[in-house]
């Protein structure tokens, strides 16, 4: 029968910003005689858009002075002084169109900048994620933002569907799109879109008592846990946990979002314990997951490409809670490596900004696998070849310290055969195969290097030092070198940087990398 006792737990949520309201700016009277900028975000293949943009407008509207004016950079570059020029040129704005996951909340962002310095903004969003983008107008403080949707094929589209595309309707109301545009910047601002204050969302550091059903079932029901069973955060079993690190128990261990437009969440240690009890970890586990937590890196990053996160773990801290780093490090056959990845996931979900909802907070087309308990593996130190160095070391750290290194990408691409051909040739091929993604600029006038992993086993490494390669360093520069083209220019090379780990064991294998090297964080700090 089932238990009906009921039992207190602990919420495992972290604690939201308040968001300060911000009220819509006035509207103009009219369009006519008014100065009105289209911004360009930049995003590659659209200036078709923006042709097709500048002369409908100008047809519909010609007493309007309509101008395109370029952002440069990604949604990364703030630019303030971009923004300025805008305020005092332009009596409205038409910010888009907000294409894939982090443009459209990084459009809503800037619209949301410009109703502050006074101008009425037009978050033009491709409608693939109409609910994120709602959420993010909230986070900013204008939750009655008017949004205008479009169709999601504008990158690469002609300039004559493009304009079909802008004669059209918006697919998500129904009304005509140039239409929106008009109301958006004339109709004048509702009471509610007028409104100011604090919205304060304080979260309860307990849930009401109910059976351990009923709990486990409200868990997942909030989307709090990774689908499969957790232990349940009970005062008791926190408290536990608690008795793994020397730091007090409502101290801020850091903040994390899913993305850069999107809010960050702050929490503190009690609050990464929660998590870390619903993983199953243990107390020995605890100084390795703050570690993990105060590096502020989320493990579910909000990106259309499905992307996964590593963290490789140095030290002696590795060998004291015993985790593995030989045969099947990366696989379900160890508890440390095992619920230390898990319990990433879990404070990225509940603890980084309300992570992981498909459709709002996570956007993978396909999702990852990976994201369940993501990369967590200890280097192979004792496996090291005479004269490499341990990860941690590179990185600034002394070999008796405790660290966390987080990488960041999409995948990797196993290898694991005895060629003919020299070992260190063989691994080049495989990131000859990656320079695809390497090369891939997202925004236009930038050029992305190639930044890899190499994940090798110590039998590999060994191979590798008899070909000539004395340390890591000596193998790295071989493959920045013999990865570009002669004669490339500098700033143009692909192999800008990749980290070389140990890890494994057995037989000869190689997995290759398309991630890059974020940051270490100490361990010990949190013990």
Known sequence: MPNSKLITVLNPLGTPPKIERVPMAPRLD?????????????????????????????????????????????????????????????????????????????????????????IPAVPLICAITPEMEKKVS???????????????????????????????????????????????????????????????RTIPRLMPQDTEENL????????????????????????????????????IVGKMYPSTPHEAWEYTVEQVAVNAVMAGAKPDHFPVILAIAASGETSLWSSVTSQNRMVVI????????????????????????????RAWTLISKNLGGGAGKAGITYLGALGNSFNYNNICIPENEEGLPEGWTPLHIQKGFRSNESTASIFSGFGIIHGGSLPDEPHSQVIKNLFNGMKTYAMVSFYRGEVMGMRGVLLITPQGAEFLKEEGFQSKETYHDWLAENLNDPGMPKDKQLASNIDIIVVGGCIYAYAPGNMHYVRTVSIDEWR
């Not at 949604?75 to 009596?91: H, L, S």
Request: aromatic share 8%; charged share 25%.
């Open 314 to 341: 140095n030290g002696p801290i590795r060998n004291e809670i015993n985790m593995n780093s030989g045969i099947g490090a990366m696989s379900p056959f160890n508890e440390a490596n095992a619920v230390i990845g």
């Open 216 to 251: 486990n079932r409200s868990f997942i029901n909030n989307g709090w846990t990774d689908y499969l069973p957790i232990v349940l955060p009970t005062e008791q079993r926190v408290a536990e946990m608690l008795k793994g690190t020397s730091r007090k128990a409502n101290e």
């Open 138 to 200: 909230f986070e900013n403080g204008m939750e009655h933002m008017r949004l205008t949707f479009i169709p999601y094929e504008v990158v690469g589209t002609s300039e004559e569907r493009c304009r079909q595309i802008l004669e059209g309707d918006d697919p998500i109301t129904g009304i005509p799109v140039l239409d929106e545009i008009n109301d958006c910047l004339t109709r004048q601002p509702t009471e509610v879109e007028s409104k100011t204050g604090i919205i304060d």
């Open 30 to 118: 009219t369009l006519d005689g008014k100065n009105i900028v289209i911004v360009d975000v930049n995003f590659p293949m659209t200036e078709q858009f923006y042709d097709a943009a500048i002369n409908l407008l100008k047809e519909k509207y010609p007493k309007v002075n309509w101008v395109v004016k370029s952002k440069t950079g990604s949604f990364f570059n703030k630019q303030p002084e971009f923004w300025k020029e805008i305020k005092e040129e332009a009596d409205g704005a038409v910010v888009g169109p907000g294409h894939m996951d982090t443009l459209g909340p990084a459009v809503v962002g800037w619209c949301v900048k410009l109703e502050k310095m006074g």
